[in-house]
C-alpha cells in the first residue's frame, strides 16, 4: 500500500520504518528540513534501539523516502498518517491540538482522490469529528475519511511492540475502511495480534483509558512502597503476591520514580480535561496526577535524610537521568526536578546516562557529564541508581568504593538490600 506519515517524531519515524518493512511504499513527511536532511543522511534524529538500522535498510530498498513536500507525499499516497506532536497546553491541562489542525488544513488543499486520514497522534475524544468537519469545509465526504489508529509504542521496545503489539484499536465509522486498515496490518494479526474496531470516538477514549490506567498502577505500588517502608514489609513481595492475581497482573507494580516520559503525564491530564469538558468528575485519575507530582518530591527529600540533611558541598552522582533506560527522552523525568533542588543547596553533581549528555542541563553549575560510571562515582559521597540501564545491574562496588566510601541509594531496587549491607554497603532502596 502507499503510505504517507506526517511526523518524524518518534511514532512517525517508528511506524514509518516498520510499514515499510512489511513492504508497503512509505513517504515520511515533516516541515524540519534539517531533520529530513539528517534522516536523508542515513541518521536517526533520536535514540531508539534498532531503529537506525531498520530506517536505513529500507530507506536503501527504496520503500521509505524522507521529504519536506507535502504535496509530493499526499499526492502519492492512499493512507495519511498524523504523527504530530500532542504536548499539555502552555494555558491548561488539555492537549495542545494546534499541530494535528495544521496538518489536516495541509492536506486538505492535496486530496486528488480518496484519502483515508488516520490520526494516530494521542487525541481527546471528538478530535475526529472536528478533523472531518474542517476538511468538509473544502472537500466533499466522499473524497476522504477520517478515523483512529492510536499507538501503544513504549520508548525501548517501539519496533518489537510494533511487530508484535498486544492489539490493533481502529476507530471507523465506515466498515470498508475498517476492512482496509485490517489488510494493512494483516502481517501482524497472522502473528497473534488482535485486531479490535469500534466507533472512531471509543478509539480516541480507548488511549487514554490505556495510559491512565497504566500511571494509576504506578502510582498505587509507589504509594504502597511508601507504606512498606514503615511497617517493615519488603515492595516486591507486595508487587508478587498482587501481581500473581491474573485479574491485577504484575506489569507497572515496580516501585520507583514517578512516572514520566511523553505519554503517562501529558495523557492523564487531558483525559481529566475532557471528563471535566463533559461534566464527568474523573476523581481517581486527579488523584493520581497529584499522587505523581508528590512522588518526586518526595524522593528527592528521601536524598536529604540519607545525607543527614546536609547537602551543601556534598558531592552526588545520578547514574541514569532519563526517564526509563533504552531511550534518551527526558520529558518528565524525575531527575528533572532532583538535580536542579540538590544543586540550589549546595551539592556538586556529576552524571552518567548512556544515552549521553543533556541539552536541559547545559545551564546548570556545579553539574557536569561523565562518559562513564566510574568517573562519575570518582571520590563522590552519594550515588544515585535513577535510571534502569542494563550496565547499572551488575555494577562492581568494591572496584568503585576503593577510593572514598559512598552512600548508595537505588531508586529502582537493581539490588537485593540484604546481600548489600551484608557486603557492607551503605545501602538504601524503595519500599524495603
Known sequence: MKICIIGTGYVGLVSGACFADLGNLVWCVDNNEEKIELLNNGEVPFFEPGLEELVNKNFSSNRLKFTSNLKLAVSNSDIIFICVGTPTSKKSHSADLSNVFQVASKITKHINKFKIIVTKSTVPVTTGDKIEQLISKKKRKGLFEVISNPEFLREGEAIRDFRFPDRIIIGSNNKKVTKKLRSLYDPLIKKGAEFFSTNRRGAELIKYAANAFLATKISYINELANLCEKTGVNIEDVSLGIGSDKR?????????????????????????????????????????????????????????????????????????????????????????????????????????????????????????????????????????????????????????????????????????????????????????
Open 248 to 432: 491485577i497482573g504484575s506489569r507497572f507494580l515496580r516501585a520507583g520514580p514517578a512516572y514520566g516520559g511523553s505519554c503517562f503525564p501529558k495523557d492523564t491530564r487531558a483525559v481529566t480535561v475532557t471528563g471535566d469538558l463533559f461534566k464527568t468528575d474523573l476523581s481517581i485519575i486527579k488523584s493520581v496526577i497529584k499522587s505523581n507530582e508528590k512522588r518526586r518530591i518526595l524522593l528527592t527529600e528521601r536524598v536529604k535524610k540519607i545525607l543527614s540533611n546536609k547537602i551543601k558541598n556534598k558531592k552526588i552522582a545520578f547514574l541514569g537521568v532519563t526517564f526509563k533506560p533504552n531511550t534518551d527522552d527526558m520529558r518528565e523525568s524525575s531527575s528533572l526536578l532532583m538535580i536542579p533542588f540538590l544543586l540550589k543547596r549546595g551539592a556538586i553533581i556529576s552524571y552518567y546516562d548512556p544515552s549521553g549528555e543533556k541539552k536541559e542541563f547545559s545551564k546548570l553549575i556545579n553539574l557536569s557529564f561523565c562518559h562513564n560510571v566510574y568517573d562519575a562515582c570518582k571520590n563522590v559521597d552519594l550515588v544515585i541508581i535513577h535510571t534502569e540501564w542494563e550496565e547499572f545491574k551488575a555494577l562492581d562496588f568494591k572496584k568503585l568504593y576503593k577510593k572514598k566510601k559512598f552512600k548508595i541509594y537505588d531508586m529502582r531496587n537493581l539490588y537485593s538490600a540484604e546481600v548489600m549491607k551484608k557486603k557492607g554497603f551503605k545501602y538504601y532502596s524503595i519500599g524495603r
